[in-house]
């Protein structure tokens, strides 16, 4: 198995480390100091204090139309913060694109389409020059082999070299997830932004693809930032979590965040949080909307917690 080498700059992130563990002193990767945003004139959350270290993995978690993703937006630079101090990579938002890999909320390829997830990876190594490869003379041939050699190995990364060179629209769902994971990667980014990529796969999938999400953290030293729905399938990887609920959120280790007492607190009704048999987390209580969770995987009273 090869991981994937960032540019010499992240180079020395490289390392192993059990989820939880303190990251080695150094400047934080993301950084918010009472952060807040607004969207159509309308707060959607405030001051939400958090630092990402090198190589740890953090979820943003909350029910739907909390603001998760609108987190994501703003340490891309796309929104800006409403209050307080937001640096991503010892910059403000916007500014160190070129060393963030981001995959958006899940989007579906038709059957039909025949661009091979070979294709799809190197759009995120070249996809923003236009036009489409022409013949170059010897000299930049190295280049080429070079970008090529690039996209198998970050194939190889995600596990996806047996499928990368059949059409996308061939590819399961999980297939294709692991080839996007790869196009974000390509770049050798030090801080890797993912908006719900679990979304809309089966359990078996999203057990795969979390794994390799964690894998690639504390493999490749990539710090994570990645919203989800469902806590569940990533628990094991996490450092820590941000919790969004109308208005306000909550961030820490998820053992002080995801308890009965922090969310009925952020909240501000009963909520309760429960372990099954198996280990997966599961909350009980009614929160008012819009902070209501929607129940994609577990029916009756209770509702997978994310």
Not at 223 to 244: G, K, T
Request: charged share 25%.
């Amino acid at each position: 198995m090869s991981t994937v080498k960032p540019a010499t700059r992240a180079g020395d992130l490289v390392r192993h480390r059990v989820p939880g563990q303190a990251a080695e002193p150094r400047s934080p990767v993301v950084s918010l100091r009472g952060a807040a945003v607004r969207v159509g004139g309308r707060t959607l959350w405030s001051g939400v204090e958090l630092e990402v270290g090198a190589g740890e993995f953090v979820a943003v978690l909350g029910p739907n139309g909390v603001g998760k993703s609108t987190l994501v937006k703003m340490l891309l630079g796309i929104l800006p913060p409403a209050a307080g101090e937001v640096d991503v990579l010892g910059e403000a938002p916007g500014r160190a694109g070129h060393r963030i890999g981001y995959l958006p909320q899940r989007r579906s390829f038709d059957a039909s389409l025949r661009i091979r997830g070979t294709d799809i990876v190197r759009l995120g190594l070249d996809g923003d020059r236009w036009g489409v490869p022409l013949p170059v003379p010897a000299r930049f041939s190295a280049r080429r082999r070079a970008a090529r050699d690039r996209i198998a190995e970050v194939v190889e990364l995600v596990g996806a070299s047996t499928y990368a060179h059949r059409p996308i629209g061939e590819c399961s769902g999980g297939e294709q997830q692991r080839l996007l994971i790869a196009q974000a990667l390509v770049r050798g980014p030090e801080l890797l932004l993912l908006d719900e990529p679990l979304d809309s796969l089966d359990l078996s999938h999203q057990g795969a693809v979390a794994a390799l999400i964690g894998r690639i953290c504390r493999e490749a030293g990539v710090s994570v930032v990645m919203v989800a729905h469902d806590v569940n399938p990533i628990l094991p990887w996490l450092d820590r979590v941000v919790y969004i609920a109308e208005g306000g959120a909550v961030a820490g280790r998820p053992q002080e965040v995801i308890t009965t007492e922090t969310l009925t607190r952020l909240y501000g009704v009963p909520v309760e949080v429960l372990r099954t048999g198996d280990g997966r987390l599961v909350v009980v209580g009614q929160p008012e909307a819009p902070a209501r969770h929607t129940d994609r995987h577990v029916e009756g009273g209770g509702r997978e917690l994310g």
